[in-house]
Each structure stands twice: as structure tokens, then as C-alpha cells.
């Protein structure tokens, strides 16, 4: 079997969500592959220098690089690395993560193109990124989907009776959280008996301020903080409703497993949304930023038992294709 380096953000034993690097290289390494990947630093700038050390380090065992690609800082993790595979003479693959990713294609033009066109391949999770980069002229690209290990998520229909609200991300501006806690409070409002659950780690202070902004509002809302995934699975057993309040993104996989799961999702129509939810087909897409379009949408499924068990039977017949028993020969078909 080929040997892989994986370069990416490997936080999850740092109070971080658990991400690609740790999800996909386990599941790589239990097919065959011989895995390395890095980096666990905290420190932004130990993290980048680990990961360019860990390029020259391996630079005559690794077959490809897989490299987590985004928008944000990242982005120049992924240039810089990419520029010392190239040095090298090593097969570098980035996986295109984050709904903003298209703004970088935009903004940094010239660093993009060194990135892009030079991968043996582009690995895009969705077709609204693969559409994107091909827009910009970038050919070298592959959908091959976030994979979840489908049998770990048992499909349950649910009725509302009392509305229970479960969202899960990480606390970040860009998922727009305190829009969750604003929902609770319009549906609490119509008199409504309703809860609000938000699972998830904070990343960069949201966590705190959506504490406060329940507190100014006098709502009471349940906060988990980072859970495992059996944990999270778990809990959303207790769940009926599943709103994803983002304001950017591109193939989020807790919106996948909630898919999975039989919850009815009701998820901004931002990003890669539209490519993974068809509207009032396997879930329903909104206004972003807007409480009384979730507040509306939610009612008419509370209403509706129908709704929600064409909606749902419909999701969980099209996550099957994410499974990994499907997307693995995906990967297979590149690295072996």
C-alpha cells in the first residue's frame, strides 16, 4: 500500500472538533494505507513549521501529501506546503474545505494558482466547490464527499410535539450561532414549547458570546460544549429539529449525520447548502440570517407529520452515497 503524509489542523485532542485529518487518515490507515499525519502544535507558527519539517522529513517515504485546504490562515499553510512538495518532486493533493474557499480563488489569484494547478489533483467534497473552482479555470478537480461511517448513526422518525432544536458546530462568527439562540426566543414568544441544544467546542469567542446574548435575552439554552460523536448521536436522539444557522459553507458533516439520523434539517441556503439539500425534498433551505424564516418553517413541519417523514426518508436515502464503504473506493481509485 502507498504511503500518505496528511497535513492539516489535528486539534481534536486539544479540546478542538474533530476534523477531516482525523476522520479520513483513520479510515485510510484501516484500508492499507501507511498514514502519517500532522500537525497536533497549538501554536499557530510551531504548526506550520511541523508541518513544513514533517514535508522534508518524509520526502523519500511518501507517495502523495494530502493537504487540508482553506479560505482563512490555513490557506498559507497549504501554499507553503505545497511549494515544498513541489521542490521535492512529491504528488500533493489539497482537499478543498470551507464554504469561502471561492473568495481565496478571488483574492489571492496568483497564490492559488500555484496551489491548484500544480496538485496531482484537487479533491473537492461537493460539487458547488468543484463548479466554483472550475469557474476560475481549474480542471484538476475530483468530488469525492465527507465520508461517515453510516452504520453508526441509527435513522429514527421523529414527531414534534414539543419542539426540541439541536445544533452542532463549532462556535465561530461565520456559523452564526446567536442566530440559534434568537430562534428559541421567537418561538418561545408564539408560545411555543421549545429547547434550543448547542453542542460544540468555542474557536474563536462565539462560545462565550452566545452565552451572553441567551442571558440578555433571558433564555435559557443548553450548551454542551464539544461532544464525541457517539456522545452527540446520542443526545440527539432527545432531538426533532436540526437548524444549521451558517452564514458560509460548503459540505458540513454534522448536517450530513443529521441527515442520517432522521432529523429534519432546516439549514440556511449558503454555500454548498443547495448542492447537498434539495429544498422540501430531503430538508429545507432558508433566508440566511433570518428568525422568522426558520421560525416559519419550523412551525409548518411541527404541523405536518408528512412533511417531515417524506423529507427525512428522502435525506437518509441520499447520505447512503457518503458512507464509507462508497466513498472509499473513491480514494482508492487515486492513491493506489
Known amino acids: ?49 511541523d508541518m513544513l519539517l514533517s514535508v522534508v522529513k518524509n520526502r523519500n517515504w511518501a507517495d502523495y501529501v494530502l493537504i487540508d485546504t482553506y479560505s482563512t490562515q490555513n ?17 500533493y493533493l489539497p482537499i478543498l474545505h470551507g464554504g469561502n474557499l471561492p473568495n481565496r480563488l ?15 489533483v484537487n479533491i473537492a467534497p461537493s460539487e458547488y466547490i468543484k463548479s466554483n473552482f472550475e469557474s476560475y479555470g481549474y480542471h484538476n478537480i475530483i468530488i469525492i464527499p465527507n465520508a461517515i461511517a453510516i452504520d453508526n448513526y441509527p435513522f429514527n422518525q421523529r414527531k ?18 446567536k442566530l440559534a439562540v434568537s430562534i428559541l426566543k ?51 436522539q432527545n432531538h426533532n429539529v436540526f437548524i444549521n444557522t451558517t452564514n458560509f459553507d460548503n459540505m458540513p458533516v454534522s448536517v450530513i449525520e443529521a441527515m442520517a439520523l432522521g432529523l429534519p434539517v432546516i439549514s440556511t441556503n449558503v454555500g454548498g447548502l443547495p448542492f447537498l439539500i434539495k429544498d422540501r425534498v430531503d430538508g429545507i433551505l432558508v433566508t440566511p440570517n433570518s428568525v422568522d424564516a426558520f421560525v416559519d418553517e419550523i412551525l409548518e413541519i411541527k404541523n405536518n407529520h408528512q412533511i417531515i417523514e417524506n423529507i427525512t426518508n428522502q435525506a437518509r436515502e441520499k447520505v447512503e452515497q457518503y458512507g464509507w464503504q462508497v466513498v472509499k473506493e473513491k480514494w482508492k481509485a487515486i492513491l493506489v
Open 1 to 49: 500500500m502507498k504511503n500518505i503524509l496528511y497535513i492539516g489542523n489535528k486539534l481534536s485532542s486539544k479540546g478542538k472538533t474533530a476534523t477531516t485529518i482525523d476522520t479520513l487518515s483513520q479510515a485510510l490507515a484501516t484500508e492499507g494505507f501507511n498514514i502519517k499525519a500532522v500537525s497536533n502544535k497549538q501554536n499557530k507558527v510551531l504548526r506550520l513549521l
Open 75 to 91: 490557506f498559507y499553510y497549504a501554499y507553503l506546503t505545497s511549494k515544498l512538495c513541489r521542490f521535492f518532486n512529491i504528488k
Open 106 to 120: 478571488k483574492k489571492s489569484p496568483k497564490l492559488s494558482r500555484s496551489i491548484f494547478k500544480n496538485a496531482h
Open 160 to 177: 414534534i410535539n414539543a419542539i426540541r432544536l439541536l445544533w452542532v458546530r463549532s462556535f465561530s462568527k461565520i456559523y452564526n450561532p
Open 186 to 236: 421567537a418561538l418561545r414568544d408564539r408560545g411555543e414549547e421549545v429547547s434550543l441544544t448547542m453542542v460544540g467546542p468555542d474557536n474563536d469567542g462565539s462560545l462565550v458570546e452566545t452565552k451572553t446574548y441567551a442571558n440578555s435575552l433571558n433564555t435559557e439554552v443548553r450548551f454542551t460544549g464539544k461532544l464525541s460523536k457517539k456522545e452527540w448521536v446520542n443526545l440527539s
